[in-house]
T-cell receptor, first 113, second 114 residues
Framework: DVKVTQSSRYLVKRTGEKVFLECVQD?????MFWYRQDPGLGLRLIYF???????EKGDIPEGYSVSREKKERFSLILESASTNQTSMYLC????????????FGSGTQLSVL | GENVEQHPSTLSVQEGDSAVIKCTYS??????FPWYKQELGKRPQLIID?????GEKKDQRIAVTLNKTAKHFSLHITETQPEDSAVYFC?????????????FGRGTSLIVHP
């Protein structure tokens, strides 16, 4: 069965902390995505990667960075967490091509206090 | 980039009624339009999709229609059941930075009353 695994389901951090959110997929997918989900705002793209060591900014990249050192792993980094980054973070992956299904992880609910 | 508008934000129906959710997109180059369902506390999952060379697609009680000229597409659910209650997201796929990027609508919360 296809799997996209996010390392934490719930995370509580302090303002100013550096936060790492990890995502691993076992489908040998080329594309990986980080979305942020907030009520009423839907799924907003933070960053995506279409190959190892490649990264592209999405719609809301400010305050975030990413790392993709291996094909199966895509990490989202909050350099200095702020309260307005409290949100649900969803990782997704898909194979290369223009019309491929997205597989989502179960999400990480991050609270920044 | 692409912009996807989705309406309504909330839809309340009685069991057995039909439900329709509508989306519009801005990039005429978009050619793939999936719909995702997210049940409470769970991850979004693909329920149906349509490509730009097709006008309509059905899968049991679910259907999607696409009007490329008007740049809008819709999800139709017939004979709704309580288990259809969820948030539904439409998406349009556009090409950027060497890859195809899904852009999502803001979601529709569908409530089916027994």
């Amino acid at each position: 069965d296809v799997k996209v695994t996010q390392s934490s389901r719930y995370l509580v951090k302090r303002t100013g902390e550096k936060v790492f959110l990890e995502c691993v997929q076992d489908m040998d997918h080329e594309n990986m995505f980080w979305y942020r989900q907030d009520p009423g705002l839907g799924l907003r793209l933070i960053y995506f990667s279409y190959d190892v060591k490649m990264k592209e900014k999405g719609d809301i990249p400010e305050g975030y960075s990413v790392s993709r050192e291996k094909k199966e792993r895509f990490s989202l980094i909050l350099e200095s967490a702020s309260t307005n980054q409290t949100s649900m973070y969803l990782c997704a992956s898909s194979s290369a091509g223009g019309g491929e299904k997205l597989f989502f992880g179960s999400g990480t609910q991050l609270s920044v206090l | 980039g692409e912009n996807v508008e989705q309406h309504p934000s909330t839809l309340s129906v009685q069991e057995g009624d039909s439900a329709v959710i509508k989306c519009t997109y801005s990039d005429s180059a978009s050619n793939y339009f999936p719909w995702y369902k997210q049940e409470l506390g769970k991850r979004p999952q693909l329920i149906i999709d349509i490509r730009s060379n097709v006008g309509e697609k059905k899968d049991q009680r679910i259907a999607v229609t696409l009007n490329k000229t008007a740049k809008h597409f819709s999800l139709h659910i017939t004979e709704t059941q309580p288990e259809d209650s969820a948030v539904y997201f439409c998406a349009a796929i556009f090409f950027s930075g060497g890859s195809y990027i899904p852009t999502f609508g803001r979601g529709t919360s569908l409530i089916v009353h027994p």
